[in-house]
């Protein structure tokens, strides 16, 4: 969300003036930017983004569907194929043609040993040691995840016979209830970080129309006490006029103001 936001440079009306602010002064700092040109790095490198034809579907739905389709639990291989590869039969990229093919190859030598090892003809690789081959062909786990497996990662490990299968104990396959579930679980999940975001962004507006207010009483306390400050000159200047008026009353109008210059001896 915030990756959009930031390439449209625009700041959105959830977003307050002061985050905003802060949000870009982040954007343009040296550390975002060495992130920024390290994921670019990672992207770009064979072991780099994980490209998927699954586009926001996670994982998880596309391997529920699979496996309702199929009826039985699923493997790394096959959900791999389906969210890796075109519609036109290409791969998304060299890692995923590499992966899978590294994939093929430790499956056909463990498939050979078993054919001259094994006593009953036909028999196939376990679950466990699919999965195990398929971990090792992905290069391992990266932060907790193993390439090609989404959130069914947690299912790639010791006692797990497939991606949607938690141990070898049939009871706790995935298959059905158990991955609906957990889907629900994740969409719960989603849908409590959406109402967090939603609940963010009306406080954000909720704050942002405070200030506006705030500001507005600012300003009508501004405009009264300039009208009321002009209002007090006016009478103040009116006061001290009348003062003025009030030393010297008007004179009697039969008294001759000519006589107070004439002395009282003449004759």
């Known amino acids: 969300m915030l990756t959009k936001v930031r390439k449209k440079g625009t700041r959105p009306s959830w977003i307050g003036e002061e985050a905003w602010t802060g949000l870009q002064a982040y954007w343009e700092g040296t550390s975002f930017k060495n992130i920024s040109n390290q994921n670019k790095t990672n992207r770009a490198s064979t072991r780099g983004g994980a490209v998927h034809t699954s586009g926001r579907k996670a994982h998880i739905d596309v391997a529920i569907e699979l496996s309702n389709n199929l009826q039985r639990d699923l493997l790394p291989d096959e959900l791999f194929l389906t969210t890796h590869k075109r ?3 290409a791969w998304v990229d ?6 899978y093919g590294t994939f093929k190859k430790k ?19 376990d679950g466990g040691t699919i999965l195990k081959l398929w971990t090792e062909s992905a290069g391992g786990r990266t932060r907790g995840r193993v390439y090609g497996t989404g959130d069914l990662s947690i299912n790639v490990r010791q006692g797990c016979v497939s991606l949607t299968q938690h141990s070898q104990n049939p009871s706790n396959s995935m298959t059905g209830t158990s991955l609906e579930a957990e889907r629900a679980a994740r969409i719960r999940a989603e849908q409590i970080a959406q109402d967090a975001v939603s609940q963010a962004q009306v406080a954000t507006k909720v704050a942002e129309e405070a200030r506006e207010r705030s500001k507005k ?12 400050g002009d209002k007090f000159d006016a009478l103040a200047r009116q006061s001290t006029g009348g003062s003025s008026t009030a030393s010297h009353p008007p004179s009697h109008p ?3 103001h000519n ?9």
């Open 259 to 267: 006589l107070d210059d004439v002395s009282l001896d003449e004759p």
């Open 254 to 256: 039969h008294y001759d």
């Open 87 to 89: 519609k036109n039969g």
């Open 217 to 228: 009483l600012e300003n009508d306390f501004d405009a009264l006490k300039q009208f009321f």
């Open 94 to 99: 060299s890692r995923a043609e590499s992966t």
């Open 107 to 125: 499956l056909e030598e463990v498939q050979t040993q078993i054919g001259e090892t094994s006593e009953e003809s036909g028999k196939e690789v």
